[in-house]
């Protein structure tokens, strides 16, 4: 496929930090966080969203798959939100030993039965910016768990920060919770301002983010 669109900043040495940004959004929504990190940083637009091409195929593996593809570096940091997130995770699966540290921003884990109480409009309901037919596949697959993400978990050793929105999020808490406890090393902090920490919260986001990403090697 054709590459994702991206947005570089940063002093260009050292494993890069990538980020992804939830449903219906873009990599823009990462310009204030990135102007603040001391790092090499790429933001890119998922398939179907913003410069990125409308392939069709939006399953989290697919997404994966071509964030792997845009990312020519053997070593890199990853940050996700939400939809991004989930791709992450994924992307930690699919090439455990490219990724060294995760960020997920208040991610919705697979739930633990299929979800059949949410419809999708045919059509949006407003005008978007982004290929509609990514919200048809994300909440299929929301829909139909796979149980082969969840069981996962537990395989994934990249040093993990879970960043929680707390009861104004309209994510499961405690379903995240016990994600982040099935994997080795992963670390859940709440900001309890929604589930859009880092656009409600940035300096908040910054503060906790910042420093883990900017962190020596041990």
Same mark, same amino acid.
């Given at each position: 496929?054709?590459?994702?669109?991206?947005?570089?900043?940063?002093?260009?040495?050292?494993?890069?930090?990538?980020?992804?940004?939830?449903?219906?959004?873009?990599?823009?929504?990462?310009?204030?966080?990135?102007?603040?990190?001391?790092?090499?940083?790429?933001?890119?637009?998922?398939?179907?969203?913003?410069?990125?091409?409308?392939?069709?195929?939006?399953?989290?593996?697919?997404? /994966?798959?071509?964030?792997?593809?845009? *990312? @020519?570096? #053997? =070593?890199?940091?990853?940050?996700?939100?939400?939809?991004?997130? %989930?791709?992450?995770?994924?992307?930690?699966?699919?090439?455990?030993?490219?990724?060294?540290?995760?960020?997920?921003?208040?991610?919705?884990?697979?739930?633990?039965?299929?979800?059949?109480?949410?419809?999708?409009?045919?059509?949006?309901?407003?005008?978007?910016?982004?290929?509609?037919?990514?919200?048809?596949?994300?909440?299929?697959?929301?829909?139909?768990?796979?149980?082969?993400?969840?069981?996962?978990?537990?395989?994934?050793?990249?040093?993990?920060?879970?960043? /929680?929105?707390?009861?104004?999020?309209? *994510? @499961?808490? #405690? =379903?995240?919770?016990?994600?982040?406890?099935?994997?080795?090393? %992963?670390?859940?902090?709440?900001?309890?301002?929604?589930?859009?920490?880092?656009?409600?919260?940035?300096?908040?986001?910054?503060?906790?983010?910042?420093?883990?990403?900017?962190?020596?090697?041990?």
């Amino acid at each position: 496929m054709d590459t994702l669109g991206r947005t570089t900043g940063g002093p260009d040495d050292g494993p890069p930090v990538v980020l992804l940004h939830a449903l219906g959004s873009s990599k823009d929504t990462w310009t204030r966080f990135t102007a603040a990190l001391p790092r090499h940083t790429i933001a890119l637009d998922l398939p179907g969203h913003g410069t990125s091409p409308h392939t069709g195929d939006y399953t989290f593996t697919a997404m /994966a798959d071509a964030v792997l593809a845009a *990312v @020519d570096e #053997d =070593r890199f940091d990853l940050v996700g939100h939400s939809l991004g997130g %989930a791709v992450a995770m994924h992307v930690v699966m699919r090439d455990p030993a490219r990724v060294r540290r995760l960020v997920v921003e208040d991610i919705a884990p697979p739930p633990h039965e299929p979800v059949t109480d949410y419809e999708v409009p045919a059509e949006p309901p407003e005008p978007v910016d982004f290929d509609w037919a990514v919200v048809h596949a994300i909440k299929r697959l929301i829909r139909t768990p796979d149980p082969a993400w969840w069981a996962a978990l537990d395989r994934i050793t990249a040093e993990t920060l879970w960043l /929680a929105g707390g009861r104004e999020s309209h *994510v @499961d808490q #405690d =379903r995240l919770r016990d994600a982040a406890a099935r994997m080795p090393s %992963a670390t859940v902090v709440e900001i309890p301002v929604g589930h859009r920490i880092h656009s409600v919260a940035p300096d908040e986001f910054a503060a906790v983010a910042g420093p883990f990403l900017t962190r020596a090697e041990p």
